[in-house]
């Protein structure tokens, strides 16, 4: 159980109201998490603004949501884990694939694996890089903009993983069928 407060629309800080506002456009909900992350004005405009550059750059919505994925379970934020494997197989990740990085594996389509693999060697490493990492993330067809904007995506991603993990709050009806726990250390 939380101690956090999951803030609506109405209830939110003034600062907070525009951004739950456009969640709930966006989403036709308001996501827990955000609703969480409201309580500070700072985190949530921040957390919006970063993810309005991820997801105006050049990976599609299924290589984002890879990146977004790998990133909740590698962080091992459960409620993260639950919203972004909805996401991923509404934009068509094959099942596996997804299956595949819950259980902290790599995706069978090759650049969804590269891109799943930099990500978790980003965090892994906390951003120190090998050159060999970048070389094989090239190999799989990607430019070297495309690893500083993993940088940005794994950015985004650390802002909810970490809100969740400290704020934990409800897993929606939603995203009940793809609750997911950590495996034990």
């Not at 995706?107 to 906390?126: C, F, M, N, V």
Request: glycine residues 8%; hydrophobic residues 50%.
């Amino acid at each position: 159980m939380s101690a956090f407060p999951v803030y609506t629309i109405e209830s939110a800080p003034e600062r907070s109201k525009p951004v739950l506002d456009e969640l709930q456009r966006a989403f036709g909900i308001i996501p827990n998490i955000a609703g969480a992350i409201a309580g500070s004005p700072v985190l949530i405009n921040g957390f919006i603004a970063v993810f309005k550059g991820v997801h105006s750059g050049s990976f599609s919505e299924a290589q984002i949501q890879t990146l977004l994925l790998t990133n909740a379970v590698t962080n091992a934020c459960t409620w993260a884990v639950a919203f972004h494997t909805f996401l991923a197989l509404k934009e068509g990740l094959e099942h596996g694939d997804v299956e595949a990085i819950r259980n902290g594996g790599l995706p069978r389509e090759r650049k969804h694996a590269a891109l799943s693999q930099l990500a978790r060697t980003l965090i892994a490493r906390r951003g120190h890089l090998a050159d060999a990492d970048v070389d094989a993330f090239l190999a799989a067809g990607f430019s070297r903009e495309q690893v500083l904007e993993v940088i940005a995506v794994v950015a985004a991603s650390t802002i909810t993983n970490y809100a969740g993990s400290v704020a934990k709050p409800p897993l929606e009806d939603a995203f009940q069928a793809y609750r997911w726990s950590a495996p034990a250390a």
